[in-house]
Structures are given as C-alpha cells and as structure tokens.
C-alpha cells in the first residue's frame, strides 16, 4: 500500500505541469518512512540504503518547515527520525535518532499541546532515559536550544489533564481518533508509572 501510494506521488513530482501542493508533499513526506520501516523488516534489505532514503525524508521536511514550522511538520520530522533510530545499527547512532525525534515531538507539542506530540515526546524520552542518556527534571540541550525535561510527576499530570480534556465528552461524541489517543496516554502513563515505581522501589532497597 505504501509503495504504490509513493510511486503515484512521484509521478506527480516528474510531471511537466503538474500541480503539487504542500499538503500533497506533506503526505508524500509522511508515507515515505512507513514504507522504509516495512522494507527494514523484511529480510535481505540494506539498512544503509534506508538510512539514506530516511534522511532524504529528513532533508525534504527541513524545506518544508524552513517556509512555515508547523506542528504537523515537526511532528513528521519526529516521526522520521524516529523511523531512523528504528533503522539505524549502532547504538549511538539509534540514540542520536532519538534525540531528534524527541526534540521535534517536543517543538510540535509547544506549538500544539496535542495528545500525539505528548505521547511521542514522552516515551521517547523515557527510552533515552531508560539506555542513561538523559535524566528526568534536568535541562537537556541538543541543536543549540535547551529545554527541561519534566520531572515524571509534571509529565504525568500533562497526560491526565489531555486524557480529562479527551475524555469529557459522552462516548458516542468521540471519534476513532480520540479513542486511539487516550489509548496511547494510558499506555505511556503506564510506561512513566512503571518507571517511577522502580525508581521509588530501588530507593526504599538502597535505604533499607
């Protein structure tokens, strides 16, 4: 399905007069990663070559953002080099990735505070804290800007007031989206809460 939906938008891309919108190139953008991830998992496929084709991803959503940043764009651009870490062999090289995906979903989330941004910056954050990358409540700096990762209380009270804010209305009014949202905020409450439960058990062994 991927594959055919890319051969019909570069043949858009050679056409003489052809008529390609941003929003045609965003989903052009958006598919491409997908199909790479897919190829990745079958058996015999470069992971170089897929590396290259990510980043070509990559470089197309730069252009894109470069005319307006978008939340939706930044969010691409996470998901893309989330696709890279997925890819990527060496462990330094999933974790730089990661880095990346992690600062964009967390841009995308300051431009559009959204369950998807949340979530995605979220746990992958708590993945880079997990391989002793990073450390809850303290700055992190990456492209020349520092933010500071929230404190495993802050990120879970951000994801109850999204759930709360997703969830009030009766259920016939939410849609598959909203359902598949506040599907994914329990899932990353559990991944935060499980972490915070560990944390606070390791403590109560190192002071018993």
């Known amino acids: 399905m991927y594959q055919e939906a890319m051969m019909k938008y570069e043949s858009l891309l050679t056409m003489e007069n052809a008529s390609f919108s941003f929003s045609a190139m965003e989903k052009y953008c958006n598919i491409r990663p997908k199909f790479y991830i897919s190829e990745f998992r079958k058996a015999g496929k470069s992971s170089r070559k897929l590396l290259s084709s990510v980043d070509k991803v990559i470089k197309d959503l730069n ?101 709360d804010s997703l969830t009030s209305f009766s259920p016939d009014e939410l849609s598959y989206w909203d359902w598949a949202s506040a599907a994914n905020i329990k899932l990353c409450l559990l991944m935060l809460e499980d972490r915070k439960s560990t944390r606070l058990n390791s403590s109560h062994r190192t002071g018993s």
């Open 63 to 163: 252009l894109l953002i470069d005319y307006s940043p978008t939340a939706e764009r930044l969010n691409m651009l996470g998901s893309a080099y989330k696709s890279k870490a997925m890819i990527s062999v060496g462990k330094v090289q999933k974790v730089n990735a990661y880095k990346q995906a992690a600062f964009f979903y967390y841009k995308a989330y300051r431009k559009q505070k959204t369950a998807y941004s949340l979530t995605n910056w979220l746990e992958i954050e708590n993945i880079l804290v997990l391989l002793e990358s990073r450390k809850w409540g303290q700055p992190v700096k990456i492209n020349r800007i520092e933010y500071d990762l929230p404190a495993i209380k802050d990120a879970v009270k951000d994801l109850e007031n999204i759930f």
